[in-house]
């Protein structure tokens, strides 16, 4: 069992930046794929990023490509989302997740944190 707890969400300007960061509950956080995603109001949610248990491997979603970067601290048991460039668009609550598997399908992840909402103003 794994529990989740993100945070470093709020309001920002367009063209700003912020760090969300997962809080890992358990000693077995290095053997998970972790995993972000987001759900804008009256949309269904969406992979953001995925990174594998060591942190070798990440996924981005063509929309945050360049501008989102996602890594992990296993001794910490935490993972991070760095957003920069931020748009109005990337307006959101921001999920993280843990999964057996890496991969940036929904199903793949069997825990979920309680989300953070980021608003992104023009």
């Known amino acids: 069992q794994v529990q989740l707890v993100e945070s470093g969400g709020g309001l920002v300007q367009a063209g700003g930046s912020l760090r969300l960061s997962c809080a890992a509950s358990g000693r077995t956080f290095s053997r998970y794929a972790m995993g972000w995603f987001r759900q804008a109001p009256g949309k269904e949610r969406e992979i953001v990023s995925a990174?594998?248990?060591?942190?070798?491997?990440?996924y981005h979603v063509d929309s945050v490509k360049g501008r989102f970067a996602t890594t992990r601290d296993n001794a910490k048991n935490t993972v991070y989302l760095q957003m920069n460039s931020l748009k109005p668009e990337d307006t959101a609550v921001y999920y993280c997740?843990?999964?057996?598997?890496?991969?940036?399908?929904?199903?793949?992840?069997?825990?979920w944190g309680q989300g953070t909402q980021v608003t992104v103003s023009s």
């Open positions: 990174i594998n248990w060591s942190g070798d491997n990440t």
């Open positions: 997740a843990a999964g057996d598997r890496y991969s940036y399908y929904e199903k793949a992840y069997d825990y």
